[in-house]
């Protein structure tokens, strides 16, 4: 499969569809993409699970694909070997997060410049989450105290390409939503050519930060990131740690389905596809997927949007035995 951006369909609504009129996408000529992230697995089973999570979503071509980088910068070593193996064994862009948590200056540029020089061209750069157990984020006495900083030491060490976080919500520390967002364009302005958003299940709250976004000056593609929810007692302790909010009508859709996993994931599948298909109607044209390390609900989602592997073939299950 060839490098880059290999995604070549407008989304096209089901016919009769209940939003019909409302969701019809303007083709705005450009390609749909999407981008699909990892985390870098622990254990044999959980590498087991992500390659074969990797090798069924390879087929449909994106953009790049992203692997995190552990709260606390606990898997620098995994994030680095995970990301060298999909550059050596698949056509796919690699992406590598990297984080400013305790670490100082010259060691995450060195390892910055290790990426560079093992090939890897683009980087999601963060401040990083605080080690597990830790509630506030201590920058080392010799380190980076903002992604902006980061993002501009990076531009120093090579010509990375490189993504940021955007928190539509507002990130929860930050002093108000409009210090967030001069934040972001900090971030911007240090080097970074992409945002990619917290995940967040009102469309219209994206709306209005992308609005607010451009009134400041950011050019720059804000690819909305996300979520597809398959257990939605984990997202509730999840959302309020990083400040995304969940609306009453997606609590009501998983209701009842606690002890029902086959049901919770056509709802996810259908949210999710419903969410984007109301983006595109508003000019999106990439998404970043949170796969969670499982191919089913992301493949499904980018399918039914109309994002495809020009050969289809190739996304064929392999035989049984
Ligand atoms: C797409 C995506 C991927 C992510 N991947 C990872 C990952 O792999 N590993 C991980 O640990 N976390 C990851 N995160 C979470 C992220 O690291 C955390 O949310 C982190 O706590 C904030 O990182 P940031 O890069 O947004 O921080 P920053 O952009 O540095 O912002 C952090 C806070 O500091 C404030 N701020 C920034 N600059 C200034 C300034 N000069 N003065 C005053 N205040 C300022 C901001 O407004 C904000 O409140 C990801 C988040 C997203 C959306």
């Given at each position: ?108 540029l060195?390892?910055a410049q290790?990426?560079w ?37 990076l531009?120093q060490v090579a ?163």
């Amino acid at each position: 499969m060839a490098r880059g951006p290999t995604l070549h369909t407008d989304a096209r609504l089901l016919p009769g569809d209940r939003l019909g009129a409302a969701v019809v996408a303007p083709s705005s000529g450009a390609p749909l993409a999407g981008s699909f992230e990892f985390f870098p697995p622990k254990t044999e089973k959980q590498s087991a699970q992500l390659w074969a999570a990797i090798v069924r979503l390879a087929p449909v071509g994106p953009r790049f694909v992203s692997v995190t980088y552990g709260a606390g910068g606990s898997t620098r070593q995994r994030t680095y070997d995970t990301v060298r193996r999909i550059l050596r064994e698949t056509d796919l862009v690699p992406a590598a997060h990297l984080t400013c948590v305790g670490v100082s200056r010259q060691e995450v540029l060195e390892t910055a410049q290790a990426y560079w020089q093992a090939g890897i061209r683009h980087i999601v750069a963060l401040r990083g989450d605080p080690p597990e157990g830790t509630e506030r984020f201590e920058p080392h006495p010799e380190g980076y105290r903002y992604a902006s900083e980061l993002v501009a030491g990076l531009k120093q060490v090579a010509a990375f390409e490189i993504s940021v976080a955007a928190y539509p919500e507002t990130y929860p520390e930050a002093r108000s939503a409009a210090t967030d967002l001069d934040n972001l364009k900090r971030k911007i302005d240090a080097g970074a050519s992409r945002a990619m958003t917290q995940f967040f299940f009102d469309v219209d709250v994206y709306l209005r930060f992308r609005d607010r976004a451009a009134a400041a000056g950011i050019a720059v593609p804000i690819v909305p990131g996300i979520l597809p929810v398959t257990n939605f007692a984990r997202l509730v302790a999840f959302s309020k740690s990083c400040g995304a909010s969940l609306p009453d009508w997606l609590a009501d859709l998983f209701f009842g389905l606690d002890h029902d996993p086959d049901t919770r994931r056509l709802i996810a599948g259908w949210v999710a596809i419903e969410q984007c298909r109301r983006l595109i109607t508003h000019g999106v044209r990439e998404f970043h997927f949170y796969t969670l390390n499982r191919a089913e609900l992301t493949r499904a989602i980018c399918h039914a949007l109309g994002v495809r592997s020009s050969d289809l073939r190739a996304c064929a299950p392999a035989p049984v035995a």
